[in-house]
């Protein structure tokens, strides 16, 4: 048998005290406790996250950890209803509604947000009834051969596996996204029981007859042709009421507060859930997370099973000190807890130049821009700030003009070589980068220029010339994204700079103008805000890691032509329209770490 | 059962609503002072500790809708070339 230090390639250290850095895994004699200690190693955490907007039970549910969803079930008993919400991992937003309203659809991952199904159920009745979900609206799908409700269910809309319903059925049915077809028996028939996995790959673990009365005492996998009993004795046995994973890698939960987890090879009790529930909403899986989501007694928790040994808190935005001064088209740089704004509008033609420093808790006026102006560009830090470019009143009347800030006041630099407004910023006072925006009278600029400390030199142009893009970086890692181009409206696309050239990026999720950034580099950003507002996205966060956007929590007040600074993981918004606001929101990326030491015993 | 709690509160700055309560339930601000949170014991829990003054749906809309309007009405007075430099006109807010 291999040893540890074969395995990990390192001796067991003796120590007197716990290492406050042990790595997952890592294996050490505490000499104080008489204790052989290792750091982290489970199959996951549970952690909470936020609430459904109204709890509700047997609720269908599908997609992934970061872009769920859940749609039906009751609110309370006899009250069915057709309602969809959408899950971006931190937030639930409201969506297309169902055709029917029905309850006890499929238990499990239901297809994506993008591809979800609902199906079968109760309405009252069972019902063959099938509805695919495209992440806005419901039409109808392929009717079930057989009307079934309280079955299992598990994978994407063209590869998805079902098993099981209230009369203990055991013929498997599989969808392809256009017709169902028949799959092999089960050993036995259950409801109310845990799929897993897809069409090709299934695990049916748990579950009990319907009505309740004996529970499923085997667990067996399924290879697209016939199952297998991989598991003879089920610890827990129970209902399990949601499933998510692989056959790797999964969690069945339910009957209770009871969380077990399936590693390929055994099943065994995990860390339990914070919400006893069952007949939930079951979202994602591994690799990532299982949401679960809703249950029975119209819970409206949601919690997150977090795959692995590390412990997540998730992102959040949370509310800052207002501004002194409410206003939009304004610019920032610096820190979240060291923030500049300067510049913007307070109202219709109202341009400003006021100054405010952020503390990490309030905003401080400071002295004003020696020329007022609004839609400007800025970048740097709370103690060497720039600005430059924008409109000064009366406006329109766009400017070269650029301006040093030194933690207490404003002095002229050497302007702009190209007039502009609506700009874009990234860098420090010393290293500083301006593109894009708007020339004189109305025409899209892709003008790229470097400032050093003293002057501004033109740089090579970006690829499409635009205004009011979100972005961000330093002057050799920078990106911008999304933006507007007159005649052709809102933008998606991504440039990033590396100090030389502008190449293409990964693209926006959400097409927007009037964002703002926060980025340390083109391969770590985060847009936040923009318009147009009808489509939602002024409250709407993205992620950006240097080849495609993601979802991250969206801020509370929904608002474009805002401020930001920060960096991706730590980032601050403030002001904005419309209505022109003082709202400042922090935001405070996930966060994740090793488990607490366990003593190694022998059992 | 409504999906939603509706009332309005002022933003007092930092700690009005922490990234904890932004964990727990449902929470998004809307023009005039607007709160929306969901229909659960943390939400209404939240909304009590604000000081918010409940309302109904079509209270809350109301509400925004006369913001909208008078920015709208600000936009149609621009002049064309200040509309043409900006964005559009404000366009209406619906309560989900």
């Known amino acids: ?603 | 059962m409504a999906h939603f709690i509706y009332g309005t509160a002022t933003n007092t700055g930092k700690g009005f609503f922490t990234a904890e309560d932004r964990r727990k339930f449902f929470l998004r601000g809307y023009p005039a002072d607007v709160w929306v949170v969901g229909n659960n014991v943390d939400g209404a829990m939240w909304m009590a500790e604000k000081g918010a003054r409940e309302k109904t749906k079509s209270e809350a809309q109301a509400l925004i809708d006369a913001v909208i309007t008078a920015a709208q009405t600000a936009w149609d007075a621009k002049t064309d070339e200040e509309k043409a430099a900006s964005e559009g006109r404000p366009t209406d807010i619906i309560l989900p």
């Open chain 1, 1 to 603: 048998m291999a040893g540890y230090n074969q395995i990990k390639g390192l001796r067991v250290k003796y120590l007197s005290a716990d290492p406050s850095n042990a790595e997952d895994g890592q294996v050490w004699y505490n000499s104080t406790s008489g204790n052989l200690r290792v750091a982290g190693i489970g199959a996951g955490t549970w952690v909470s996250s936020t609430n459904l907007p109204t709890g509700r039970d047997y609720g269908t549910a599908g997609g992934t950890s970061t872009a769920g969803f859940i749609a039906g079930g009751e609110l309370g008993p006899g009250t069915f209803i057709s309602t969809t919400f959408d899950y971006d991992g931190s937030g639930w937003s409201a969506s297309g509604a169902m055709g029917d309203a029905r309850i006890r659809m499929n238990l499990g991952v239901s297809g994506t947000q993008t591809a979800g199904l609902g199906v079968g159920g109760y309405s009252p009745g069972t019902v063959t009834s099938v509805e695919e979900y495209d992440g806005s609206s419901w039409t109808g799908g392929t009717a079930l051969p057989v009307a079934t409700q309280q079955s299992g269910g598990a994978g994407p809309g063209t590869s998805y596996m079902m098993l099981g319903t209230n009369s203990d059925r055991s013929e498997g049915l599989s969808y392809n996204g256009s017709a169902w077809g028949a799959e092999g028996s089960s050993s036995q028939g259950f409801a109310y029981q845990g799929l897993a996995g897809q069409e090709t790959a299934a695990l049916a673990f748990y579950g009990a007859t319907s009505p309740a009365g004996s529970n499923r005492s085997t667990g067996e996998e399924y290879n697209g042709t016939a199952w297998t009993t991989v598991v003879p004795s089920l610890p827990d046995q129970g209902n399990s009421g949601g499933a998510g994973g692989t056959t790797s890698a999964a969690v069945f939960a339910g009957s209770g507060t009871t969380s077990r987890y399936w590693d390929g090879t055994t099943v065994a009790a995990t860390t339990s859930m914070a919400n006893p529930r069952a007949n939930y909403g079951s979202i994602g899986g591994h690799p990532g997370a299982f949401v679960a989501a809703g249950g029975n007694s119209n819970l409206a928790a949601t919690e997150e099973f977090n795959f692995g040994s590390n412990t997540f808190t998730a992102a959040a935005w949370a509310s800052g000190g207002n501004l002194n001064t409410a206003r939009n088209n304004l610019a920032g740089c610096g820190t979240q807890t060291a923030g500049l704004a300067f510049g913007g509008e307070t109202g219709p033609g109202t341009i400003v130049g006021d100054t405010e420093e952020y503390n990490g808790s309030t905003w401080s006026e400071q002295n004003n821009l020696n020329t007022t102006r609004d839609k400007l560009g800025g970048c740097g830090t709370q103690t060497a700030g720039l600005a430059f470019g924008g409109d000064t009143p009366p406006a329109p009347n766009k400017t070269t003009d650029s301006e040093e800030y030194d933690g207490s006041s404003w002095t002229e630099g050497n302007n702009l070589n190209t007039i502009r407004d609506q700009i874009t910023g990234a860098g420090i006072q010393t290293a500083g980068l301006a593109f894009g925006g708007q020339t004189p009278p109305n025409a899209m600029s892709n003008a790229t220029e470097e400032y050093n400390g003293t002057s501004w030199t033109s740089a090579n142009n970006m690829g499409t010339a635009r205004r009011l893009m979100g972005g961000g970086g330093i002057q050799t890692s920078a990106f911008g994204s999304g933006g507007y181009i007159d005649g052709t409206g809102d933008q998606n696309i991504t440039e990033e700079y590396d100090g030389t050239n502008w190449t293409s990026g990964g693209n926006l999720i959400n097409t927007r103008h009037a964002a703002a950034g926060a980025a340390t580099s083109n391969t770590a950003g985060l847009v936040f805000g923009g318009f147009p507002t009808p489509s939602g996205v002024g409250s709407k966060a993205e992620g950006y890691d240097g080849t495609s956007f993601s979802t991250r929590p969206s801020m509370a007040t929904a608002r474009a032509r805002l401020g930001g600074c920060g960096t991706e993981t730590l980032a601050l918004a403030f002001g904005g329209n419309p209505p022109i606001t003082a709202a400042t929101e922090e935001f405070t990326g996930q966060t994740s770490a090793v488990a607490p030491a366990n003593t190694i015993t022998t059992s």
